[in-house]
């Protein structure tokens, strides 16, 4: 079977955190969407996903499987039954039925089917993916299925965040073999058996591991250093250390450094919160630098839903807790702080002036004291980046810069408008 993980257009109502990455590698729970879709199907794989992207997923993801453009269909002419899977799905393996046709939750395709003998036929005049389904869904029909969960705003990744990790959790427990915690000083409060820690993991003295509300999983070359508490459910990635504070329900991707307290947030990896502060139901994207005593505000002051921007818009998420999204490449001062429902746009540059910086800051600003500096290259934010990517041992490839430039000449109006925005509320 081939099986094609695709993006749709509500990939823009994900933004930022999808601006410079496909949709499918945002991180909920323990893994990344398309980690929980191939953990659950088996096949030949393809990856689709916007033109702009393609260089930088075929870096990463090409080890995985093929990678083309959306209106590459040509791929899916394989002689194989066909698996199209919306890339936003928080894949359940109890809702997938190989029946023809496309499965439809709530008003969203999740997946289609089409057998090997129907493929031509489907593909005939299409031009994209979304075409495929469009065909698919006239020809083939099309079912519904109750509880599938799909990602349509960034809110939606810290929502299902917990639910996701504990099903994460209970998937890598049977993955590899893991050991007990154990050794002088480390104390476990609830089961044993739900701490599982990799055979290269270190942990100090002076930690508590506390399953008590769910499982922990310490992975692969991780560190926890003294006077740490961990509080499950949490997972605690690869080559990532916790460098003292309370880390509760919360998801660490690979090579963070992270201390402090930190609450139901999600890690996308390589990012450091080392210093004291509090991140909470939050989602922080890579290579993101939090200054000394960096803290989100998740809780309004009225207990009310908190508002977020997305696509443009100030919406209203529904949630009571809710903290800070900040993209890639994104570092802030000492003593920042952010309101409930922030959102800090890739490659961005903040400096406090004692005020909670604006609800929404576009991708690759430099926001200093309360002003924007509209005249920094974004070789320079290059050039930051590669800095900080080298202290842990990686660089940044061509394609990469190739798609930083292109997005920085992109966003150029947008970063115009909130400076013009700016000017009329110091003035107006």
Not at 181 to 201: K, Q
């Amino acid at each position: 079977m081939l099986v094609a993980v695709y993006e749709d257009d509500s990939e823009k109502f994900l933004r930022p955190l999808t601006l410079a990455r496909p949709v499918y590698t945002l991180r909920c729970g323990a893994s990344m969407l398309y980690e929980k879709i191939l953990s659950g199907v088996e096949g030949h794989i393809v990856f689709y996903v916007r033109s702009m992207l393609l260089d930088v997923a075929r870096e990463r993801l090409g080890g995985i499987g093929e990678v083309h453009a959306l209106d590459d269909v040509k791929a899916l002419m394989r002689g194989e039954d066909l698996l199209l899977v919306n890339g936003r799905w928080l894949f359940d393996q109890n809702l997938l039925k190989l029946e023809d046709g496309v499965a439809i939750g709530d008003v969203e395709p999740v997946y289609a089917f089409i057998r090997k003998n129907d493929i031509k036929r489907i593909l005939i005049g299409c031009r994209n993916v979304g075409d495929v389904l469009e065909r698919a869904e006239r020809e083939l029909g099309a079912h519904g299925i109750e509880g599938a969960r799909l990602v349509k705003y960034p809110w939606d990744l810290v929502r299902y965040h917990r639910l996701e990790l504990e099903r994460d959790l209970e998937r890598l427990r049977w993955l590899k073999p893991w050991v007990r915690p154990g050794g002088e000083g480390i104390y476990v409060v609830g089961d044993r058996e739900d701490v599982m820690v990799s055979g290269s993991a270190k942990i100090y003295p002076c930690v508590v591991l506390d399953s008590t509300s769910g499982p922990i999983i310490i992975d692969d070359d991780a560190v926890i250093f003294p006077h740490s508490y961990i509080v499950g459910p949490c997972y605690i990635g690869r080559g990532s250390w916790i460098v003292g504070g309370r880390i509760t329900s919360s998801s660490l991707g690979p090579v963070c450094r992270v201390g402090g307290e930190v609450e139901e947030t999600i890690f996308q990896g390589f990012s450091n919160k080392y210093h004291a502060g509090f991140v909470g139901h939050s989602y922080i994207g890579e290579w993101v630098n939090l200054g000394a005593l960096t803290t989100t505000s998740d809780l309004k002051n009225d207990y009310g839903p908190v508002r977020a921007p997305a696509a443009g818009k100030l919406m209203d998420t529904g949630m009571i807790k809710l903290g800070a999204f900040i993209g890639d490449h994104t570092k802030t001062g000492i003593g920042s702080l952010l309101s409930t429902g922030s959102m800090i746009g890739i490659m961005c540059n903040l400096v406090t002036s004692g005020e909670p910086y604006p609800k929404y800051v576009p991708p690759f600003t430099w926001y200093v004291k309360g002003r924007v500096w509209d005249w920094v290259d974004v070789n320079r934010m290059i050039e930051a980046a590669e800095r900080m990517m080298a202290r842990r041992g990686y660089g940044m490839s061509e394609a990469e810069k190739k798609l930083y430039r292109r997005l920085y000449e992109e966003t150029i109006e947008e970063r115009r408008r909130f400076l013009e925005n700016l000017l009329v509320g110091r003035h107006g």
